[in-house]
């Protein structure tokens, strides 16, 4: 097939900016190419892989360090709020979230009509939780990559996106559902005005973006699928079971005690770092015992001065290179985290604290291959005990040896490529 350009506009965070650089290589080693559409501040990201990036503001425009700590202060001033429920947060943390996505939108649909024009793509792969009226109006097909958990896509028969509802608490699905579309609805009112400005039909309240008539790609694997009341039709919708993407190599570095200790990888990602306070008590609690640990504390490493000898932080990992390596994970419960544990194998321990981490750490538990903890409400000995059981269970141990076999036989990146392509 000749030579054609395929768009990845992921939104501004690293889960979907380094799943789509995973579809991305894949699509290159094809002998395409791909480029990137992206907030500002993530530009560098993707050149830093390799791959040509445009900016498209998705706010007021501003320098691309002022940029990068928008996020990192937005994060950081709702800290407090991460001690309260998924449904307590829909007053505070999601409302929030929800008026600067929409924000975005609609600052998006300036720049993208010129940026689609210079670029000419194919195809453009959109992985995001709102309609770019732009993208959908460009005249080429268009591809929803959903990198969180699937039930972005809503069904009736299972847990409401961001709500953290066990599979069959019908009754929470419900509670939570009606609580956010009431929270949510002079937002909702609002994103439905720009999308009639831009003549596109408005969404059904606490419905902010439609599937793809084209394709839509899931990263959510097979292990960890909803039995949904309406089945996803094959024919749009496929499950990558994962998308890893290639990483530089990682060697585990040699410890000062505890060197042949079991080895955890500790991680909430880089907003999740600025919770410097509960990092070092897992920090401290992990001193005491027989494991050695690995710590992603992002941007904040010259806070942590009295490090034990059997744990190491750094402000980065090469976390695909990493998490092959380890015994056990405690993460929150992002999507890459979540797919990467069990992509590998690894039992993981989630505390969540904001978006898909809550539905992640809930299923998780549900599909055997880990479990969820409060952020705040547990004790040393009760996280101790969590990461005994993640290092010995044997029907743990088997059903993630079960799920890890399985994603990696699919290659999630390799098929994304070869739908990409067919669709082209």
């Known amino acids: 097939m000749a030579q054609k350009t395929i768009a990845f506009f992921p939104e501004a965070a690293f889960g979907p900016a380094l799943n789509s650089v995973g579809i991305a290589q894949a699509v290159e080693a094809r002998g395409h190419k791909a480029v990137f559409l992206s907030d500002p501040g993530f530009v560098d990201v993707y050149k830093g892989y390799g791959f040509e990036a445009h900016p498209v503001n998705l706010s007021e ?6 940029m990068a700590k928008f996020w990192e202060d937005f994060i950081n001033g709702h800290i407090p709020n991460f001690r309260k429920s998924p449904y307590d947060q829909v007053d505070n943390y999601v409302k929030d979230c929800w008026t600067a ?3 975005s939108a609609k600052w998006a649909q300036k720049d993208l009509p010129s940026v689609l024009s210079t670029i000419k793509p194919d195809v453009i792969c959109v ?7 732009a993208i959908k109006q460009y005249g080429k097909p268009w591809v929803r990559v959903i990198s969180c958990s699937e039930n972005e896509i809503e069904d009736e028969d299972i847990p409401p996106h961001l709500s953290g509802c066990g599979e069959n608490d019908h009754a929470g699905h419900q509670r939570y559902r009606d609580h956010f579309n009431a929270v949510i609805k002079p937002i909702h009112d609002d994103f439905n005005a720009f999308l009639a400005a831009n003549n596109e039909a408005s969404y059904p309240i606490g419905q902010f973006f439609e599937a793809s008539p084209y394709l839509n790609l899931l990263l959510y694997p097979e292990a960890a699928k909803f039995k949904r009341q309406h089945p996803l039709d094959p024919a749009r919708f496929q499950y990558l079971e994962g998308c890893v993407r290639q990483e530089k190599p990682y060697t585990v570095p040699t410890f000062a005690k505890n060197n042949d200790g ?10 999740g770092a600025g919770d410097v306070d509960l990092l070092k008590r897992i920090i401290a609690a992990l001193g005491k015992t027989r494991y050695r640990a690995l710590v992603n504390v992002g941007g904040y490493k010259d806070q942590y001065t009295d490090v034990p000898g059997n744990v190491i932080v750094e402000s980065w990992f090469p976390q695909p290179s990493v998490i092959p390596q380890v015994d056990a994970v405690i993460h929150h419960g992002g999507n890459n985290s979540f797919t990467e544990c069990l992509y590998f194998g690894k039992p993981a321990i989630i505390m969540p604290y904001v978006w ?19 952020r705040y409400d547990w004790s040393d000995a009760e996280l101790i005990a969590k990461i005994e059981t993640c290092l010995t269970d044997p029907a743990m141990k088997a059903k993630l040896a ?8 699919q290659n999630g990146p390799e098929k994304a490529a070869g739908l990409l392509e067919k669709l082209l």
């Open 127 to 133: 992985d995001n939780v709102i309609l770019f009226p």
């Open 262 to 271: 079991p080895l955890l990888y500790v991680s909430f990602g880089s907003l």
């Open 402 to 409: 079960k799920t890890s076999a399985q994603m990696q036989s």
């Open 356 to 374: 898909d981490g809550h539905d992640n750490a809930t299923r998780v538990g549900e599909i055997g291959c880990g479990f969820g903890m409060p």
């Open 101 to 103: 996505i929409v924000d």
């Open 61 to 66: 425009p501003m320098p691309p360090e002022q």
